[in-house]
């Protein structure tokens, strides 16, 4: 059985990716959770599960994935579901979710990922709502090409998983969104994992700095 390692899932991004993945499609899996020290680099402590000090990382016996990424593409090959079985699906989800992987660091610095609270932005710069908007515009296309009610198509899929933490973002921040993409963030907060993830998010110690 695969063992997932995250963080708090208050905060952690990363961690909640591959384990939403896991869970919507339910894959077995043991989380093993570590916490991130108060106001401390808790990479030493990673590092005695995780070769970059880093989370997410997945243990399959003696094999170690260390990247959200290369976790999922992994878990892929075990289970095909965990991306779309239409080659047109498959291609733009994999596209939009490297995308997702690699950009959108305005959107990251300013609108930190914490599940539990809700706040509202005094001003959004233009370089956020240019993330937004190229988000926005991703999620449309998605769901309108592939005409589902996920992102590529009738089927959860790893592309979903992908931009979960944006979900987040967009209610704690109050983030505007499309109509057609605010139904897939509103079909998102009520999937049983998002709210298993929120509600176990709410029961762990805070960080304070």
Same mark, same amino acid.
């Given at each position: 059985?695969?063992?997932?390692?995250?963080?708090?899932?208050?905060?952690?991004?990363?961690?909640?990716?591959?384990?939403?993945?896991?869970?919507?499609?339910?894959?077995?899996?043991?989380?093993?959770?570590?916490?991130?020290?108060?106001?401390?680099?808790?990479?030493?402590?990673?590092?005695?599960?995780?070769?970059? =000090?880093?989370?997410?990382?997945?243990? +399959?016996?003696?094999?170690? %994935?260390?990247?959200?990424? @290369?976790? /999922?593409?992994?878990? $892929?090959?075990?289970?095909?579901?965990?991306?779309?079985?239409?080659?047109?699906?498959?291609?733009?989800?994999?596209?939009?979710?490297?995308?997702?992987?690699?950009?959108?660091?305005?959107?990251?610095?300013?609108?930190?990922?914490?599940?539990?609270?809700?706040?509202?932005?005094?001003?959004?710069?233009?370089?956020?709502?240019?993330?937004?908007?190229?988000?926005?515009?991703?999620?449309?296309?998605?769901?309108?090409?592939? =005409?589902?009610?996920?992102?590529?198509? +009738?089927?959860?899929?790893? %592309?979903?998983?992908?931009? @979960?933490? /944006?979900?987040?973002? $967009?209610?704690?921040?109050?983030?505007?969104?499309?109509?057609?993409?605010?139904?897939?963030?509103?079909?998102?907060?009520?999937?049983?994992?998002?709210?298993?993830?929120?509600?176990?998010?709410?029961?762990?110690?805070?960080?304070?700095?």
């Amino acid at each position: 059985m695969y063992i997932l390692w995250i963080a708090n899932k208050t905060y952690s991004s990363w961690s909640l990716r591959p384990w939403i993945l896991l869970k919507a499609l339910d894959i077995p899996f043991n989380e093993q959770l570590s916490y991130f020290e108060d106001g401390k680099n808790s990479h030493e402590k990673f590092k005695t599960f995780s070769p970059t =000090g880093l989370v997410p990382c997945l243990i +399959d016996g003696d094999i170690t %994935v260390w990247d959200s990424l @290369a976790i /999922v593409e992994y878990i $892929a090959e075990d289970y095909a579901q965990a991306w779309p079985s239409d080659k047109t699906a498959r291609a733009w989800a994999r596209s939009a979710a490297a995308e997702m992987h690699s950009g959108f660091a305005t959107l990251r610095n300013i609108c930190t990922m914490n599940c539990l609270i809700r706040t509202e932005l005094n001003e959004v710069a233009l370089e956020l709502q240019s993330d937004i908007d190229r988000i926005d515009a991703l999620w449309s296309e998605g769901l309108t090409k592939f =005409g589902g009610e996920w992102l590529a198509g +009738d089927q959860f899929t790893a %592309v979903d998983a992908f931009y @979960a933490p /944006v979900v987040f973002r $967009a209610q704690t921040y109050g983030l505007k969104f499309s109509p057609v993409s605010q139904r897939w963030i509103d079909r998102m907060l009520k999937l049983p994992a998002m709210v298993e993830w929120m509600e176990a998010g709410a029961q762990e110690p805070k960080i304070t700095h």
